[in-house]
């Protein structure tokens, strides 16, 4: 079954612990990418990348780091979680950037207090 | 920059009534993507519409591309229980390849 799968799904966690949110898809897509989702702000694009060691900054990338070491796996990486990193993540991938469908992972809801 | 607003951000209606969602950009576009969100779930494609003036249904869903290319509209027609969701349209513009989400609506149905 093609999927998007990101772990944790539920995390609450403390100001300046390092966190990572993984995610993995299997249909061998090239772009993969991670939404915030935020109440009246709809998804925005925090980073994304075209292929395996290609990365790139979206619409609000700070605060946040990610890698493509393998094409299946995107993580991201909050290297010192603030109060307003609180959001609703999902991690996406499509067979490649524009015009194709985005398949989006369950979403995972992290909480730092 | 890109922007795309979408209108309204929240809709109730009663069941069987219809409901409409507006996506509107400062670009012309290449094409729009929509994607349904149901409440506690993640964003699900729903169609993608590349021509001008287009039009495409999917059962009660009636999807339309602007002949300015600049706009989109989602209609439901007799709205049910299970519609409930996020409605989101997704556009790209000639400019750039990137895909820009609008803000969504989200659509409440009372039985």
């Known amino acids: 079954e093609a999927q998007v799968t990101q772990n944790p799904r539920y995390l609450i966690t403390v100001t300046g612990k390092k966190l990572t949110v993984t995610c993995s898809q299997n249909?061998?897509?090239?772009?993969m990418s991670w939404y915030r989702q935020d109440p009246g702000l709809g998804l925005r694009q925090i980073y994304y990348?075209?292929?395996?060691?290609?990365?790139d900054k979206g619409d609000v990338p700070e605060g946040y780091k990610v890698s493509r070491k393998e094409k299946r796996n995107f993580p991201l990486i909050l290297e010192s979680p603030s109060p307003n990193q609180t959001s609703l993540y999902f991690c996406?991938?499509?067979?490649?950037?524009?015009?194709?469908?985005?398949?989006f992972g369950e979403g995972s809801w992290l909480t730092v207090v | 920059g890109q922007q795309v607003m979408q209108i309204p951000q929240y809709q109730h209606v009663q069941e069987g009534e219809d409901f409409t969602t507006y996506c509107n950009s400062s670009?012309?576009?290449?094409?729009i993507q929509w994607y349904k969100q149901r409440p506690g779930g993640h964003p699900v494609f729903l169609i993608q519409?590349?021509?001008?003036?287009e039009v495409k249904k999917q059962k009660r869903l009636t999807f339309q591309f602007g002949e300015a290319k600049k706009n989109s509209s989602l209609h439901i027609t007799a709205t049910q229980t299970t519609d409930v969701g996020t409605y989101f349209c997704?556009?790209?513009?000639?400019?750039?390849?990137?895909?820009?989400f609008g803000t969504g609506t989200r659509l409440q149905v009372f039985p």
């Open positions: 670009t012309t576009l290449s094409n």
């Open positions: 249909m061998n897509h090239e772009y």
């Open positions: 519409l590349v021509k001008s003036g």
């Open positions: 997704a556009a790209i513009s000639y400019n750039t390849d990137k895909l820009i």
């Open positions: 996406a991938s499509s067979p490649s950037r524009g015009g194709n469908t985005i398949y």
């Open positions: 990348s075209m292929n395996v060691e290609v990365t």
